[in-house]
């Protein structure tokens, strides 16, 4: 952990502050002292995704550190030099304007007027937000002043709309700041240089009919923070994606499927190439054994489906992997370990990343992950931790297999 001090500011976008937290999780896993910040709207807002005080709460809870939320409490900061580097996170159309005028107007702008360090901004605004002229015109001449900004994301958007506009990746964010701070080691992000690597993740789908279909609550957040922290160490990734709302992580090669059945081809035919894989895609291990060509009606009586196996990927993968490096995933209710060492031999793995949903704040949908990793030596438990970090973690892991 670097000895600085960040001051992480959040003003509005409420729809993105849960992604703010991960962003706030991985850079106070970096650095030793981070200042957390929230404008008064911030700190006086309850919304519809979440009340002031819980978020608030949160922000001590990740940096032990009391919110500066006064300008009161703000005013030193500048004057006396506090902060090392200044990040807001995320930052609106309406901030982005203000800071671009030099309109002091709440204390995080007086914060960003008086900083004496280095400024990061990360905008999150609908995409029509984002690509109109003034937008651009003020991130022109932010940058011209010397303001870091990381690029928004594309996406699935608050309004619905697809495009460009999401707040970056929380652990892109952090690398950005890593990389400020002269603290990324070049050598970690060319490690993998050379290698490639097949990614399996999100859901597939198993149609019923042309209306209706058999999935699972995965979101593939896991899997891509995977791909994307392979790809940051210089590896050559190749993500298969189920469906899915997120981003391509910066890097990354993305073959899109809906099937088990296709994911099966696009997998198996990309690790023909590869030098390892990491599968973490929620696979369904039954598909309908007919699908109607129309919409099935509903009867008097009950109806039945019959299931047949799909083809096991993983398993394909470990017969044929020979030296090569295979990673799995057990997401498991009950029996955790035993069942995860019994995938671990079936499947060949070299490890796999065992996580339950009895775990809280573990599966899916969230921002964060509890996972241990076993392989045939043992077993690593991690603590909770953003996903980011645990890809992370997953890449030193694969990294240190592959010397």
């Known amino acids: 952990m670097e000895h600085k001090t960040v001051g992480f500011a959040v003003c509005g976008s409420f729809c993105t502050h849960h992604r703010a937290m991960e962003a706030l999780e991985a850079v106070k896993a970096r650095y030793d002292h981070v200042i957390p910040i929230v404008s008064e709207v911030v700190a006086d807002t309850d919304t519809r995704f979440g009340t002031a005080h819980d978020l608030m709460r949160e922000m001590e809870r990740i940096c032990d550190h009391r919110v500066i939320a006064t300008q009161k409490e703000a005013e030193p900061i500048g004057p006396k030099g506090l902060l090392d580097l200044l ?29 004496r360090c280095p400024v990061v901004v990360s905008p999150a605004m609908d995409l029509d937000m984002y690509a109109h002229p003034a937008t651009q015109e003020n991130l022109r001449r932010l ?7 990381v690029q928004p994301a594309e996406g699935e958007l608050a309004s619905g709309l697809t495009g460009k506009g999401r707040m970056a990746e929380p652990a892109d964010i952090a690398a950005f700041v890593g990389q400020l701070f002269g603290g990324e080691n070049p050598e970690k992000k060319k490690s993998l240089q050379g290698r490639r690597f097949v990614v399996t993740a999100g859901a597939t789908i198993e149609a019923i009919d042309p209306v209706r279909f058999i999935s699972n609550h995965s979101t593939g957040k896991m899997g891509y923070a995977i791909a994307g922290a392979l790809a940051a160490r210089g590896g050559d990734v190749t993500l298969v994606s189920g469906r899915t709302a997120l981003p391509t992580p910066a890097g990354v090669q993305r073959t899109d499927v809906l099937s088990a059945a296709e994911m099966y081809d696009a ?33 008097g009586g009950e109806m039945c489906i019959t299931l047949r196996r799909t083809r096991d990927i993983a398993a394909e993968l470990g017969a044929r992997k020979g030296s090569r490096l295979l990673v799995g995933f057990a997401l498991e209710t009950h029996d955790e370990q035993a069942n995860a060492e019994a995938k671990l031999a079936k499947k060949n793995f070299d490890f796999i990343v065992l996580n339950s949903l009895r775990d809280a704040g573990a599966g899916f949908r969230g921002d964060t992950n509890k996972v241990t990793f076993i392989d045939r030596s043992g077993r690593e438990e991690l603590p909770l931790m953003p996903k980011s970090e645990v890809a992370e973690r997953i890449a030193d892991k694969i990294e240190s297999l592959l010397k």
């Not at 990040?87 to 007086?110: E, F, H, R, V």
């Not at 940058?143 to 900004?149: F, P």
């Not at 929620?282 to 509903?298: F, G, L, N, Q, R």
């Open 87 to 115: 990040i807001i996170a995320p930052c609106t159309g309406s901030t982005l304007g203000k800071l671009a005028c030099g309109i002091a107007d709440n204390l995080l702008l007086t914060t960003y007027l008086s900083a």
């Open 143 to 149: 940058a011209e002043r010397g303001v870091r900004i």
């Open 267 to 299: 997998a198996t035919a990309a690790f023909d190439r590869a030098d390892g894989a990491v599968m973490c895609a929620a696979v369904a291990d039954y598909t309908p054994d007919t699908v109607s060509e129309t919409k099935i009606k509903k009867c």
